[in-house]
Structures are given as structure tokens and as C-alpha cells.
């Protein structure tokens, strides 16, 4: 089946750095990528959507400057936080699928968490 | 627009008990609907979901869920719980040809009790 690989698992940065969280699809090609935020015991809020080779379309309320999206291949999308603060700590999970898949399906990641100190 | 209203934060069951999550969704166009599980400090994983047919899908670990049109509704049954089906429980709509975008209810947490 599809499988999708989020890296890193975790991380923890220093107040003022910039994290990349990287996002693979393995064994298909990810024409739309998804970028979600989870806050401890709440639902997943969509930051973004990618698509390859075009600007990634973010949801309102959310950062461009600050949540830079790639997706410069069908099989990778990365999440570079810039500048990060404390209040940027949260789980991050990546989705990708594949508009060519019969079952419709979306994979997503095992998530990131970031913890900014 | 879409949205999905998952009824409760929280679901106490016993084990081998039967469940059932609730969620209604609202939208004014056909939507795709699934049932995801996570647990903790993991990603998503795709219970079930329904695109077209029939309105009762089955899916893995013995949960199913079915899709009622009239009261736009898709809730999540389970006949006898375990222990290790204690998770989180997300609901999600889609639009197909749309944006894509997967639209997820806040959660319900399903606790399993000995």
C-alpha cells in the first residue's frame, strides 16, 4: 500500500532557528501534498496544500513567511518553520495522494512533533 | 463549505462492549467521507471511508460505518471493543475534484474500560 515517510519523528530547536520537516511518498507519486497542525488533545487544522512544481496554497490565519512550503518533487514536500518560538511547538503531520489512485486515498505521515525552547 | 461535527469529545466504553462515534457532516454538494484513528504521537491511519455504493462500509479492525444521506450522518459502530482500540477517532470530509482539501471533526476520544 501507500506509504508516506515524515522526517524528522521529532525535534527540539532553539527560539529563533528554522526547522525543516521533510515528507516522502515511498512507492507512489504525490500530485498533492497536505500540511496539518495538531495541538495537544485537538483535531488537525490544515496549514496548506501543495502541489508539485507550483506555490503551495495556505489556509487563512496561517503564515507564508513563517510555514515555507516545497513540493519540488512528485515524491517530496518539506515544511521549513522559520524563525521559530515557543508557540510554534505543536505535531506536525504531512498527507499525500495520488489523484491517479482508483480508491481515492489520502496516506498521511506519522507526524512531527517540534518542541521550539 | 464543508464542515464535521463529531457529538462527542469523549466515549467511555467497556470491554467487549459495543460502540458507536457519532458524526454529521454539512455540505451543499456530494462529499466523500472517512474515519481515521490515531494514536498517541502517531499519524493517521484510514479506518474506512466512503466514496459511492453502498451505504454500509466495512473497514479495518472490525469497525464499520454507515452513510446516511437523509441525516448526513456517518457513524462509526464497532460490535465488541478491545483494549487496544483506545485512540482518538477523527471524522473527515472531502469534496473530489475540489481542492482536495480533507476536512477533519475535532476528535472523539474512546476510552476502553476493563
Known amino acids: 500500500g501507500a506509504v508516506v515517510s515524515q522526517h524528522p519523528s521529532w525535534v527540539i530547536c532553539k527560539s529563533g532557528t528554522s526547522v525543516k520537516i521533510e515528507c516522502r511518498s515511498l512507492?507512489?507519486?504525490?500530485?498533492?501534498m497536505f500540511w496539518y497542525r495538531q495541538f495537544p488533545k485537538q483535531s488537525l487544522m490544515l496549514m496548506a496544500t501543495?502541489?508539485?512544481?507550483?506555490?503551495?496554497?495556505?489556509e487563512q490565519g496561517v503564515e507564508k513567511d513563517k510555514f515555507l512550503i516545497n513540493h519540488a518533487s512528485l515524491t517530496l514536500s518539506t515544511l521549513t518553520v522559520t524563525s521559530a518560538h515557543p508557540e510554534d511547538s505543536s505535531f506536525y503531520i504531512c498527507?499525500?495522494?495520488?489523484?491517479?489512485?482508483?480508491?481515492?486515498?489520502?496516506?498521511f505521515g506519522s507526524g512531527t512533533r517540534l518542541t521550539v525552547v | 463549505a464543508q464542515s464535521v461535527t463529531q457529538l462527542d469529545s469523549q466515549v467511555p466504553v467497556f470491554e467487549e462492549a459495543p460502540v458507536e462515534l457519532r458524526c454529521n457532516y454539512s455540505?451543499?454538494?456530494?462529499?466523500?467521507l472517512f474515519w481515521y484513528v490515531q494514536y498517541p504521537n502517531q499519524g493517521l491511519q484510514l479506518l474506512l471511508k466512503?466514496?459511492?455504493?453502498?451505504?454500509l462500509v466495512k473497514g479495518i479492525n472490525g469497525f464499520e460505518a454507515e452513510f446516511n444521506k437523509s441525516q448526513t450522518s456517518f457513524h462509526l459502530r464497532k460490535p465488541s471493543v478491545h483494549i487496544s482500540d483506545t485512540a482518538e477517532y477523527f471524522c473527515?470530509?472531502?469534496?473530489?475534484?475540489?481542492?482536495?482539501?480533507?476536512?477533519f471533526g475535532k476528535g472523539t476520544r474512546l476510552h476502553i474500560l476493563p
Open positions: 498527507s499525500a495522494r495520488d489523484r491517479n489512485r482508483l480508491n481515492y486515498g489520502y496516506t
Open positions: 512507492d507512489f507519486q504525490a500530485t498533492t
Open positions: 501543495s502541489n508539485e512544481g507550483s506555490k503551495a496554497t495556505y
Open positions: 455540505s451543499s454538494v456530494s462529499v466523500y
Open positions: 466512503y466514496l459511492s455504493g453502498s451505504t
Open positions: 473527515a470530509v472531502s469534496v473530489w475534484n475540489r481542492d482536495d482539501k480533507i476536512i
